[in-house]
């Protein structure tokens, strides 16, 4: 994967949790910024660096702007509106590999394990405003073979995940769908279904 992209990967990941109301860990984006070029074999461009971490001072910037003149009853708003707890249905996964799962209760990660013969991972949002209605895609994301994790853009509407392993040919060596997902049901027990491949 190219340098450039791999810059605007992160920066997206940014950009997607600024969107979704949550503070990115800044000093991790940071880090990931940096390792780019430090890998093996890896093209040194500090050109390109440099203008990335520029890009990442800037929306924390404008994250940290965001924060300062959001209204209380902004707030308050938002939480009345939320989903009530009736209405909402158990998360479940299908697939034949773990995920795992992390909070610190402003960003939510998925974690899953290196797989052998997996050269790139696709992982695709979508969102789902009614229950009775269908997930429309959101964003759909290639990441290099070595990525095991991923930020989700949880906010108010459910949310499902497709994770794949592509191997050569992009044929399909891993997969995991996980659905509904809301910030409120983040830790209930996943309910494991068969999958169909």
């Given at each position: 994967m190219a340098?450039?992209?791999?810059?605007?990967?992160i920066l997206d990941q940014a950009r997607a949790s600024i969107a979704a109301g949550r503070t990115?860990?800044?000093?991790?984006?940071?880090?990931?910024?940096?390792?780019?070029?430090?890998?093996?074999?890896?093209?040194?461009?500090?050109?390109?660096?440099?203008?990335?971490?520029?890009?990442?001072?800037?929306?924390?910037s404008v994250q940290r702007a965001r924060a300062r003149v959001a209204a209380p009853e902004t707030v308050a708003r938002a939480?009345?509106?939320?989903?009530?707890?009736?209405?909402?249905?158990?998360?479940?996964?299908?697939?034949n590999m773990e995920v795992r799962r992390e909070s610190d209760g402003k960003a939510f990660v998925l974690r899953w394990?290196?797989?052998?013969?997996?050269?790139?991972?696709?992982?695709?949002?979508?969102?789902r405003s009614d229950p009775r209605g269908g997930y429309v895609v959101l964003e759909e994301r290639a990441l290099p073979a070595g990525t095991l994790s991923v930020e989700l853009p949880l906010g108010?509407?459910?949310?499902?995940?497709?994770?794949?392993?592509?191997?050569?040919?992009?044929?399909?060596v891993r997969r995991a769908v996980m659905s509904p997902l809301t910030p409120e049901s983040w830790g209930e027990r996943w309910q494991r279904r068969a999958s169909a491949a």
């Open positions: 340098i450039v992209h791999e810059y605007t990967v990115p860990d800044w000093s991790v984006l940071e880090a990931r910024v940096k390792a780019v070029a430090q890998r093996p074999r890896a093209p040194v461009d500090l050109e390109q660096e440099r203008r990335a971490l520029q890009q990442l001072k800037l929306l924390a939480a009345s509106t939320r989903r009530p707890v009736a209405l909402r249905e158990r998360p479940t996964i299908t697939g394990d290196a797989s052998p013969g997996v050269l790139e991972w696709v992982v695709r949002f979508s969102e108010e509407h459910a949310l499902r995940v497709h994770l794949l392993g592509r191997g050569r040919g992009g044929k399909l």
